[in-house]
């Protein structure tokens, strides 16, 4: 934002470029517009005249456009201009077929994207998890902000080893149960640091479904 600020005041302020930009808009050209008005919005999120012209803008060009994705992009970019991100029912995406059919090492990956990596760069922090129904370990470590695993391997440094079965692991990530829970009733056990594990979970970010694409 501060960027866009500074490149608005190189271009001689709000006005000026907005009186700019509609003449180009008048021209057709589209893509220079969509440029520099973003850089308005950015500069100014509230500046209701810029927001409108980069919607027109990317409406043009959505009209234009050959593909339909990026068709797509335009449209749903114009709408947020002129509407804000609007907060529709989020869709279920991890379902139990979706979740059941990833192997150990998608669903790893999966933790390590949802790793907020700020917040663990300090960490150092690693665990074993056995599989009794594969047969199998994985070494997982969280260093540098990162989360990394390896199969077949056990630490026998680890804060604390896990031991559970894949449909345990399929019912705490579908919400059918909490980790607790199944702690609790004795389907997963976990023996050594506890809380070195729950401070790893809570380093894990959940996404909000919907977010903004082309605004602040």
């Keep these: ?12 302020g709000a006005d000026a470029v907005l009186e700019r930009a509609r003449a180009d ?3 057709g050209e589209y893509r220079w517009v969509a440029q520099v008005v973003n850089d308005m919005v950015f500069a100014d999120p509230d500046n209701r005249a810029a927001r409108e012209l980069q919607a027109d803008t990317l409406e043009q060009l959505g009209y234009q456009a050959e593909s339909g994705p990026w068709r797509n992009f335009y449209l749903s ?4 201009l ?13 379902s139990p077929d979706t979740i059941r059919g990833m192997s150990l090492e998608m669903y790893f990956d999966y933790l390590a994207i949802r790793l907020n990596g700020p917040a663990a760069a300090d960490e150092m922090l690693r665990f074993n998890a056995t599989f009794t129904d594969l047969d199998t370990t994985y070494d997982l ?11 077949g ?7 604390a080893t896990l031991t559970l079965t894949r449909s345990a692991l399929d ?6 149960a909490t980790f607790d829970e199944k702690v609790d009733k004795g389907e997963i056990t976990i023996e050594g640091d506890r ?11 959940s996404f909000e479904f919907w977010f903004d694409i082309v605004t602040p």
């Design 141 to 151: 470590v969280v260093a540098n902000g990162v989360l990394n695993y390896t199969k």
């Design 195 to 205: 809380a070195a594990f729950t401070r790893f979970l809570g380093l894990l970010d």
């Design 1 to 12: 934002m501060e960027t866009a600020k500074r490149r608005i005041a190189y271009m001689g």
């Design 82 to 94: 002129r509407h804000g991100v609007r907060q529709l029912p989020t869709p279920v995406t991890a």
């Design 153 to 159: 391997r056990s630490d026998p440094a680890a804060d």
């Design 25 to 27: 808009y008048e021209r």
């Design 171 to 176: 019912d705490v990530t579908l919400g059918v």
């Design 77 to 80: 970019a114009a709408q947020e």
